[in-house]
């Protein structure tokens, strides 16, 4: 009776390291190999996997169309909490890791498989995503991670094990940056990028036109959002994904959302990259634009804290938590009324404002007038200054050498209880 090989399901993208990787795992290993690339709107890259990676030695490749589900399931809730990590980036990774490795666990209980495998480095941020998404989904399967155990130490030795064993690869030595690619975005490291000191080329730039080469008269563009989610633009309705391809093709087309930032990573090191995100920077700035219309101040400003930790949490890959799932139910409540069209312009780079309107507008020009209203009355002013800045005007009574040194900018001096407070 012949022995079954155990199998292992990796996470497959065509590129060197997960390429090399399968005949890695069945070398060290023995494992019957299982390749799953998720169509996350990577484009033409998953057209000529399936042959490579059966001819690099996997048993079978699933390709796993995830295009919509991505917008709707990680995009939209992402941008709904308008979580931005670092005031920069749009996580077009952090929130594609999660997804991934939901498919990874699936097809691992369809084909019986112990372990799941990726092609994360050691000193990455995805190493850590994928595998605290497969531990809160599936605790007992094993995770193997080449980078963390191989004597391949560089991008250069990995290309040398490739040649090795026949791998057929489509970068060399001197043009492999490491890019990730979605729907949502195009990430760029490496390479001469590694130098924060280094402009980013033109030529580097494989999604957006350069601002400076894009076109001399704006776009316009009208989303229209119901309960904080997309629905329409420029009047046509789209599907998620179909409606960010649409964005993206505007964007692009007008130099949008081109980012360049270092980073800190998880694992405790900065790191430079550069992000091209059409529209998704169109997308977040247009649901901000409606918010400012929809949303009350303090519910706002809290969403705004909110924001800040959604961010980390995606960021450091734990998409799969109580607390995301809670601050999602906080958000949902607050995108009830954010529904309602906004008019942007887009130009050499740059997204502005060019109107926006919603039924839940709180914003009222009877009372927000400079001119003659007979709505607000402008002597309630001083009783509602008087108590708000009551606790000052107390703490000036009681310190005055402090309310003295603010006055002349000198530096505060001990404490001293003004007269008639004294025991």
């Known amino acids: 009776m012949t022995n079954k090989k155990e199998k292992v399901v990796l996470a497959y993208s065509g590129g060197l390291d997960t390429s090399i990787i399968i005949p890695w795992l069945k070398e060290n290993y023995g494992y019957d190999v299982i390749a799953m690339s998720a169509d996350v709107g990577q484009g033409e890259e998953l057209a000529p996997l399936k042959e490579k990676a059966i001819k690099t030695g996997a048993s079978k490749l699933y390709i796993e169309d995830l295009r919509d589900e991505f917008v709707t399931d990680y995009i939209y809730p992402t941008m709904k909490a308008g979580a931005v990590y670092e005031g920069k980036y749009l996580l077009g990774t952090s929130f594609a890791r999660p997804l991934i490795a939901r498919r990874l666990v699936e097809i691992a209980r369809k084909e019986g498989a112990v372990a799941i495998a990726h092609g994360a480095t050691g000193k990455g941020n995805d190493q850590v995503r994928f595998e605290a998404a497969v531990k809160a989904l599936a605790p007992d399967l094993k995770i193997i991670a080449p980078w963390r155990e191989w004597d391949i130490q560089s991008r250069d030795q990995a290309m040398d094990y490739a040649a090795a064993h026949n791998v057929p690869l489509a970068v060399t030595k001197k043009t492999s940056y490491s890019m990730d690619r979605?729907?949502?975005?195009?990430?760029?490291?490496?390479?001469?990028?590694?130098?924060?000191?280094?402009?980013?080329?033109?030529?580097?730039?494989?999604?957006?036109?350069?601002?400076?080469?894009?076109?001399?008269?704006?776009?316009?563009?009208?989303?229209?959002?119901?309960?904080?989610?997309?629905?329409?633009?420029?009047?046509?309705?789209?599907?998620?994904?179909?409606?960010?391809?649409?964005?993206?093709?505007?964007?692009?087309?007008?130099?949008?959302?081109?980012?360049?930032?270092?980073?800190?990573?998880?694992?405790?090191?900065?790191?430079?990259?550069?992000?091209?995100?059409?529209?998704?920077?169109?997308?977040?700035?247009?649901?901000?634009?409606?918010?400012?219309?929809?949303?009350?101040?303090?519910?706002?400003?809290?969403?705004?804290?909110?924001?800040?930790?959604?961010?980390?949490?995606?960021?450091?890959?734990?998409?799969?938590?109580?607390?995301?799932?809670?601050?999602?139910?906080?958000?949902?409540?607050?995108?009830?009324?954010?529904?309602?069209?906004?008019?942007?312009?887009?130009?050499?780079?740059?997204?502005?404002?060019?109107?926006?309107?919603?039924?839940?507008?709180?914003?009222?020009?009877?009372?927000?007038?400079?001119?003659?209203?007979?709505?607000?009355?402008?002597?309630?002013?001083?009783?509602?200054?008087?108590?708000?800045?009551?606790?000052?005007?107390?703490?000036?009574?009681?310190?005055?050498?402090?309310?003295?040194?603010?006055?002349?900018?000198?530096?505060?001096?001990?404490?001293?209880i003004a007269p008639g407070y004294e025991d």
């Open 182 to 416: 979605n729907l949502w975005h195009l990430s760029h490291e490496g390479l001469d990028l590694e130098d924060p000191a280094n402009e980013p080329k033109n030529e580097m730039f494989l999604i957006c036109t350069p601002p400076e080469q894009a076109p001399d008269t704006p776009t316009y563009v009208e989303i229209e959002f119901e309960q904080g989610i997309p629905v329409r633009v420029d009047g046509k309705e789209f599907a998620p994904a179909a409606l960010v391809d649409y964005l993206n093709d505007l964007g692009a087309k007008n130099g949008v959302g081109i980012v360049d930032m270092v980073e800190n990573r998880l694992v405790g090191m900065k790191s430079r990259g550069v992000y091209e995100t059409p529209g998704g920077t169109i997308l977040y700035y247009a649901h901000q634009k409606l918010e400012e219309l929809c949303l009350d101040r303090v519910t706002m400003h809290y969403k705004e804290q909110m924001a800040l930790r959604y961010a980390e949490l995606v960021y450091d890959g734990v998409w799969f938590s109580p607390l995301r799932e809670a601050m999602d139910a906080f958000v949902d409540s607050t995108q009830r009324t954010v529904t309602g069209k906004v008019r942007l312009k887009l130009y050499k780079g740059s997204v502005t404002a060019a109107g926006a309107e919603s039924p839940y507008s709180l914003y009222s020009e009877d009372f927000a007038t400079f001119g003659v209203d007979d709505v607000y009355n402008q002597a309630d002013g001083t009783g509602f200054i008087n108590i708000f800045a009551l606790p000052m005007r107390v703490r000036a009574m009681l310190f005055p050498a402090d309310a003295k040194a603010r006055l002349t900018g000198s530096e505060p001096q001990p404490v001293a």
